[in-house]
Nanobody
Framework: AQFVESGGGLVQPGGSVRLSCTAS????????MGWFRQAPGQERIKVAS????????HYGGFQKGRFEIHRDNSKNTVYLEINNLAPDDTAVYYC??????????????WGQGTQVTVSS
């Protein structure tokens, strides 16, 4: 399985971004999927996850509404929308498959991620 994340860039505080993660060699249908992020000098942590059909989501310590995860199985793609961006959201964002909605352990190798930089 390979994941290609995209959609990041330089964003002003208060702005929004929509990240995409397209899988190849792997069908996301039937899989729990999650988004993670790694800020400079910090460990990679899970931001959000959703079930195989997108009916249930989990955001942990991240605010639902400011972060929104959803999927399009027909495009083999998972999305993460981040609203009202703050400098603390600056990180490389990755996606991966999970064994369950609440798992924090990725099932496959990481992709290259997509850099989100929040700065004025």
């Amino acid at each position: 399985a390979q994941f290609v994340e995209s959609g990041g860039g330089l964003v002003q505080p208060g702005g929004s971004v929509r990240l995409s993660c397209t899988a190849s060699g792997f069908s996301i249908s039937g899989s729990f999927m999650g988004w993670f992020r790694q800020a400079p000098g910090q460990e990679r942590i899970k931001v959000a996850s959703l079930d195989s059909i997108g009916g249930f989501t989990h955001y942990g310590g991240f605010q639902k509404g400011r972060f929104e995860i959803h999927r399009d199985n027909s495009k083999n793609t998972v999305y993460l929308e981040i609203n009202n961006l703050a400098p603390d959201d600056t990180a490389v964002y990755y996606c991966n498959a999970l064994s369950s909605l609440y798992s924090h352990s990725p099932l496959h190798d990481w992709g290259q991620g997509t850099q989100v930089t929040v700065s004025s």
